[in-house]
């Protein structure tokens, strides 16, 4: 079937986009799938990872509303469960995962009729040697900030020139032409040099730079003193860094209901404009026992509106559900506090798992969004206007929530408790309620919507998003004739 596909794509561009495990890679990359198809007239052929799919995952890829020249291909079931324990760390999982599903790649690319360029997400790094053997092109869909690609890319000068573990560094990391990374503020997977996770990371980090170009989620005034450094920084043009196309913000648009994602909707209709606070934690994001009672009873004592997606809880593991998000059947009143439910019914809504986050940012009533600060969610936020609350969990959020908090004007974060290691509830409300009503959440507000308008205007006709991926296409159309 691929075979005789092929055949009708050979009048046509044709690109394939692979994007690696994980709501948060999958999402952008599939809307950069979608605009290809819709906006620019390309075939795009999107190769799904189908080992340890979650719930969210195949709901997206398998919608029955996909434009036609947009093929989900599913890459066949890889066994990794000789490879992985329960104690295997998210990253490294979703980097063995990568490596095992890609095996049979070179003669899908080949049975597609080799596609024109390949592009792929951070993790998916070994598709490149697969590409260089049949000569095709490759790019990287970079799924988080302009700040955080120039510290992909140094990242591997970084690890020959410190020889100690970087949060042990005395001063916060400097990265050449760039506001410089608190110690606190780095991500997981570089704070202890001895796993597997940062071996990984740096494998994949050090291979940003043999694509022919960069997309970027983000948008020329976005991050400009990044994109900056990273065009024009002497260590950048060392290390032959390949261009920048920054084509976002690329964020999830209409996404088909299921039944409580409707109720959701229906329920904020009902609720008075800017009087929603929306709480989720991106795709992966769970918390504490002790840190789930706290933040309940926060919300309450706020008396202010939400929407609550409350997961089960995982105590030692903050990204509990990122490879089974949307599947979850636990009934939240089992470990929301008792009564809990009873007493906020009317002025909260609880939602098990998954949300739809788009269409509750974007809705008039939601005035506030208590986020982990993940890219896409932070990307999200600010293009419906929406101010957040910073609680950032894994990844590289801990330096978003920086960024959003003390550069960008559109964030506030809440302290953590000095005695028992979590965020007490009298906290949560000060910080909600001074989202929701007080003068610091207005001026947010007022920035979010700033923001929003300078992301509506790069993509729209002329914007320099726009502008940016109809090149890179104009040159795939040209070498097409
Ligand atoms: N998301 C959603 N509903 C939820 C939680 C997350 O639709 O209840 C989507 C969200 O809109 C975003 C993605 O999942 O597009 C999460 O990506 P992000 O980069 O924010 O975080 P990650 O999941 O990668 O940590």
Request: aromatic share 8%.
């Given at each position: 079937?691929?075979?005789?596909?092929?055949?009708?794509?050979k009048?046509?561009?044709?690109?394939?986009?692979?994007?690696?495990?994980?709501?948060?890679?999958?999402i952008?990359?599939?809307?950069?799938?979608?605009?290809?198809?819709?906006?620019?007239?390309?075939?795009?052929?999107?190769?799904?990872?189908?080992?340890?799919?979650?719930?969210?995952?195949?709901?997206?890829?398998?919608?029955?509303?996909?434009?036609?020249?947009?093929?989900?291909?599913?890459?066949?079931?890889?066994?990794?469960?000789?490879?992985?324990?329960e104690?295997?760390?998210?990253?490294?999982?979703?980097?063995?995962?990568?490596?095992?599903?890609?095996?049979?790649?070179?003669?899908?690319?080949?049975?597609?009729?080799?596609?024109?360029?390949?592009?792929?997400?951070?993790?998916?790094?070994?598709?490149?040697?697969?590409?260089?053997?049949?000569?095709?092109?490759?790019?990287?869909f970079?799924?988080?900030?302009?700040?955080?690609?120039?510290?992909?890319?140094?990242?591997?000068?970084?690890?020959?020139?410190?020889?100690?573990?970087?949060?042990?560094?005395?001063?916060?990391?400097?990265?050449?032409?760039?506001?410089?990374?608190r110690?606190?503020?780095?991500?997981?997977?570089?704070?202890?040099?001895?796993?597997?996770?940062?071996?990984?990371?740096?494998?994949?980090?050090?291979?940003?730079?043999?694509?022919?170009?960069?997309?970027?989620?983000?948008?020329?005034?976005?991050?400009?003193?990044?994109?900056?450094?990273?065009?024009?920084?002497?260590?950048?043009?060392?290390?032959?860094?390949?261009?920048?196309?920054?084509?976002?913000?690329?964020?999830?648009?209409?996404?088909?209901?299921?039944?409580?994602?409707?109720?959701?909707?229906?329920?904020?209709?009902?609720?008075?404009?800017?009087?929603?606070?929306?709480?989720?934690?991106?795709?992966?994001?769970?918390?504490?026992?002790?840190q789930?009672t706290?933040?309940?009873?926060?919300?309450?004592?706020?008396?202010?509106?939400?929407?609550?997606?409350?997961?089960?809880?995982?105590?030692?593991?903050?990204?509990?559900?990122?490879?089974?998000v949307?599947?979850?059947?636990n009934?939240?009143?089992?470990?929301?506090?008792?009564?809990?439910?009873?007493?906020?019914?009317?002025?909260?809504?609880?939602?098990?798992?998954?949300?739809?986050?788009?269409?509750?940012?974007?809705?008039?009533?939601?005035?506030?969004?208590?986020?982990?600060?993940?890219?896409?969610?932070?990307?999200?936020?600010?293009?419906?206007?929406?101010?957040?609350?910073?609680?950032?969990?894994?990844?590289?959020?801990?330096?978003?929530?920086?960024?959003?908090?003390?550069?960008?004007?559109?964030?506030?974060?809440?302290?953590?408790?000095?005695?028992?290691?979590v965020?007490?509830?009298?906290?949560?409300?000060?910080?909600?309620?001074?989202?929701?009503?007080?003068?610091?959440?207005?001026?947010?507000?007022?920035?979010?919507?700033?923001?929003?308008?300078?992301?509506?205007?790069?993509?729209?006709?002329?914007?320099?998003?726009?502008?940016?991926?109809?090149?890179?296409?104009?040159?795939?159309?040209?070498?097409?004739i």
């Amino acid at each position: 079937m691929v075979i005789a596909e092929s055949e009708t794509m050979k009048s046509q561009s044709h690109v394939a986009v692979l994007a690696s495990p994980g709501m948060g890679h999958i999402i952008p990359l599939f809307e950069l799938a979608k605009r290809l198809v819709v906006h620019h007239g390309i075939h795009v052929s999107f190769l799904n990872i189908t080992t340890e799919a979650s719930a969210a995952q195949n709901q997206l890829l398998h919608s029955p509303t996909l434009p036609p020249n947009l093929k989900v291909i599913d890459l066949p079931l890889a066994d990794i469960s000789a490879l992985v324990t329960e104690d295997t760390l998210v990253v490294a999982r979703l980097c063995i995962n990568v490596q095992e599903s890609l095996k049979p790649l070179k003669s899908i690319l080949i049975d597609l009729g080799k596609p024109q360029a390949l592009i792929v997400d951070l993790f998916s790094t070994q598709a490149f040697d697969i590409c260089n053997e049949l000569s095709i092109p490759t790019y990287t869909f970079f799924t988080a900030s302009t700040a955080f690609l120039a510290f992909s890319l140094y990242l591997p000068t970084l690890d020959c020139e410190v020889e100690c573990e970087f949060v042990d560094l005395p001063e916060p990391v400097q990265i050449p032409g760039c506001t410089p990374i608190r110690t606190e503020d780095l991500l997981d997977q570089v704070r202890n040099r001895k796993i597997d996770e940062y071996n990984w990371v740096l494998y994949h980090f050090s291979r940003l730079t043999m694509v022919t170009g960069i997309f970027l989620n983000s948008w020329e005034d976005f991050e400009p003193a990044s994109l900056r450094a990273i065009r024009e920084h002497p260590l950048y043009k060392q290390i032959n860094t390949p261009p920048v196309h920054p084509v976002g913000p690329l964020i999830k648009e209409d996404e088909p209901l299921t039944e409580s994602g409707a109720e959701c909707v229906a329920w904020l209709d009902k609720q008075p404009m800017d009087s929603v606070l929306f709480v989720t934690l991106g795709s992966g994001g769970t918390l504490t026992t002790a840190q789930l009672t706290e933040l309940a009873w926060g919300l309450e004592l706020s008396q202010q509106r939400f929407i609550l997606v409350a997961r089960k809880p995982t105590d030692g593991n903050t990204s509990g559900t990122f490879f089974n998000v949307g599947g979850d059947v636990n009934d939240p009143k089992a470990y929301l506090p008792e009564g809990f439910l009873e007493r906020t019914k009317g002025v909260g809504l609880v939602v098990q798992s998954w949300a739809p986050q788009v269409a509750v940012l974007r809705h008039q009533s939601t005035g506030a969004f208590l986020s982990h600060c993940g890219w896409n969610s932070t990307l999200e936020s600010i293009t419906h206007g929406v101010p957040m609350i910073a609680w950032p969990l894994y990844a590289e959020q801990r330096m978003n929530a920086t960024m959003l908090m003390e550069e960008v004007g559109v964030a506030v974060k809440p302290m953590v408790g000095k005695v028992k290691d979590v965020v007490e509830r009298v906290e949560i409300e000060r910080v909600v309620r001074m989202i929701m009503e007080g003068e610091e959440g207005k001026a947010m507000r007022c920035k979010a919507r700033e923001l929003k308008h300078s992301a509506v205007k790069g993509l729209n006709f002329g914007g320099s998003s726009k502008e940016s991926l109809s090149r890179v296409v104009k040159e795939w159309k040209c070498d097409k004739i």
